[in-house]
Structures are given as C-alpha cells and as structure tokens.
C-alpha cells in the first residue's frame, strides 16, 4: 500500500488530483463530489465562476474552494454564494407539509459563514463573493456585472425546497455553458419525488426549455446527484 504524500489538513480536505485516493467514499457512502466537479472543469478545460446557492454553515463552500484553487492554471474565477443567511424561507407548494424541513432551518450568519471559510484557511485563496437575501429578493437585485462577462463552470443547488430550486436555476440559466456541471445535493429528498423538491424544479425547468439536456455525472451519497448541462 503506497504512503500517501498529502496530509490531509481535516475532514472537508479533498485530495488533490493525481493523489492516491484510498476511496472516494466516506464512511457513509458519501462521494467528494466537489473534487470531481474539480476533475471535469480541469480535463474539458473549462473556465468559469463557481455559483452556490444554499450556503449553510459553508461546509461545501470549503470543500469546492479547496477542490479548485490547486488546479494548474486555476479554472474557476470567482466563487458566489448565495443564501439567506437566517435559513430556510417559509415552506410553500408542493412542499409546504415537509416534515424533514421547516423555516429557519441551517440559518448561519453572514458572519459565522466568513468565520468559516477563514478557520479552513480558504478566504484568502479565493475571490468570494457573498449574497446574501432570501433568492426572491436577491436574484432580481445581483448585479451580473460582477460575473464580467464569463458564465457558470460549476453551479451547486442546495436549498432543499422546490422554490428556492426554481429560482436558482431561473437566474442561473442565462449563464451557463455548455459541459458546466449542475449538482444537486437533495436530488433525493421527499424520498426521490419526481413532483416535490428539487426533483420537481428541474422537471419544470426542463420541460419548458426542450433545448437543454441533463445528463448524470455522479451519484454521490443517498442525497445528491451531479448532471453535465448541454444545449
Ligand atoms: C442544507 S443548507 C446548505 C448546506 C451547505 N451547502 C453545506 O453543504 O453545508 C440549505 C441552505 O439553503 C438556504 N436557502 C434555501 N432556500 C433559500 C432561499 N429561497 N433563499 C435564500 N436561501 C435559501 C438556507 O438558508 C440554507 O442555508
């Protein structure tokens, strides 16, 4: 069995590409998505920002930083992360009788968020941009200027809800490219429903544009699922 020659700095340290990977699964099945989104931006040679919508505590928003910034040359531009920062909106729709979420759920502060991303010591490696407001507000107010011209490499979804799915992949559309990867992280929550949930976003999402196509780039624990976007 070869040594492994990175030390790992803590749990949320993907290893970096061309490392000996004793596995990609946790002990819980769990995949490190966020270091194979990072594989497919550096082998498409894609380039592009790193938009996140469903920031929490800022865990994956580690995860993604690390993943990226040790690719030669760096790939993605600038690292967006949208949330509320108080938690889940008020549950509507068809997910209005959750009993796996309700309002105020994972609410952490701007500050806490920060606090984060500086003890995993990725703050200063990474030009992030916090937004926060609950997406109805948020999203129409986002100056697209701040992109500068460039679009979507890698876009991460985890907002749990049907709405707050809608919404992100309503503003996210105009700025995707082809090849950029859509992960879903409660791809199977409401036990995998096809009528509730992100599920439900994405259905809607497609039916109305016939030109886009999903297809499945990674399973990556029981929640969440990765998709290549074309069109
Ligand atoms: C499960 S947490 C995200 C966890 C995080 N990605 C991680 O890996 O640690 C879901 C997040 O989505 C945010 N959220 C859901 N719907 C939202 C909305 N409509 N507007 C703003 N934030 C929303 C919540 O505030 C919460 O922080």
């Known amino acids: 069995m070869p040594q492994p020659r990175y030390q790992r700095r803590d749990e949320l340290d993907p290893l970096p590409y061309g490392e000996e990977w004793p596995s990609l699964r946790s002990a819980w099945g769990r995949v490190d998505i966020h ?25 994956s928003a580690v995860a993604a930083i690390r993943a990226n910034v040790r690719l030669e040359p760096r790939r993605i531009h600038r690292y967006f992360l949208f949330d509320s920062f108080q938690g889940l909106p008020a549950l509507a729709g068809p997910d209005a009788d959750s009993k796996q979420f309700k309002p105020g759920d994972f609410a952490f502060s701007v500050d806490e968020v920060v606090a984060k991303l500086e003890r995993h010591g990725v703050a200063e490696d990474a030009e992030i941009v916090l937004v926060p407001g609950y997406f109805d507000q948020s999203l129409p107010r986002f100056d697209v200027a701040q992109l500068g011209g460039a679009r979507a490499a890698i876009v991460h979804i985890d907002v749990d809800l049907h709405a707050s799915c809608a919404e992100a992949l309503a503003f996210v559309t105009p700025h995707l490219q082809p090849g950029a990867i859509l992960i879903f ?25 016939p030109q886009v196509r999903l297809e499945s780039y990674a399973k990556y624990g029981w929640h969440g699922e990765a998709f290549l976007v074309d069109f």
């Open 185 to 209: 992280d409660d791809w199977n929550c409401f036990a995998a429903s096809n009528d509730r949930g992100e599920r439900r976003a994405v259905r809607e999402w497609l039916e109305r544009r």
């Open 35 to 59: 270091s194979l989104a990072a594989f497919w931006v550096q082998e498409s040679h894609l380039e592009g920002h790193y938009l996140e919508f469903g920031v929490g505590a800022g865990r």
